[in-house]
């Protein structure tokens, strides 16, 4: 059965001291609180992964992940951070292919495919980004364009590899703009995404593959969306910035 995961994707706020309060709180509130299997991941900035790492070792059930990495293993590329450094910190996971990354940053399904193969060849899980702009919806070309970008970045995989990604669809309209996909929305598109693994990989692969939503998640929708077939937890964005907000939505199941 397929892994349920909420993480929680800081972005660039707080401070290092903010950050540990927030982990603290977080880690404390899981442990008490979560009996449902679910894992938790803390997708911080890159100058918090080292000390966070050591108020999440402790835990079970809470993770680590950095916001990206670079596809080159080391060398001249001043300003990015390597897969070994990720790893050295105790990060387990990265976020690849945030919309922002590929708006602001012009980051590429090819570059993506490559960051993906380092991530995995060196034991991080990529948690992958996917979704549409507005007017890709409104033209009636979500489904394409979602699927074109996991064919191009994710579908080199071997059977082995695929089931390590955890797959996140952001409509880029929903996210931190309050509006959120309707449940039939999010449960299309994820059912979609769902069948285009399978055809690929068939359905039991495809039936491991966790798939998350993201986009204007919070606590008073998140029961509903996670109710949906096809949707196995959230990345989340504003709402992971208070401890409370993100570990009741870690507890919507
Ligand atoms: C995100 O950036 O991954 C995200 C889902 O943000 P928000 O929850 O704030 O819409």
Known sequence: MRKRVVAGNWKMNKTLNEGLALASEVVNMVNDELTDDVSVILCTPFVHLSQVSRIVEGSDKVFLAAQNVSEHPSGAYTGDISVDMIKSVGATHVILGHSERREYHNETNSQLAARVDLAL??????????????????????????????????????????????????????IGTGVTASTEQAQEMHKAIREFLANKYGADIANEI?????????PSNAPELFAQA?????????????????????KSY
């Open 121 to 174: 060849n060196n034991g991080l899980g990529p948690i992958f980004c996917c979704g549409e702009s507005l007017e890709i919806r409104e033209e009636g070309n979500h489904v394409r364009f979602v699927t074109n970008q996991l064919e191009e970045s994710l579908f080199h995989l071997s059977e082995d590899d695929i089931t390590k990604v955890v797959i996140a669809y952001e409509p880029i309209w929903a």
């Open 210 to 218: 966790s798939i998350l939503y993201g986009g204007s998640c919070k």
């Open 230 to 250: 096809d949707v196995d937890g959230g990345l989340i964005g504003g709402a992971s910035l208070k401890s409370r907000d993100f570990v009741d939505i870690a």
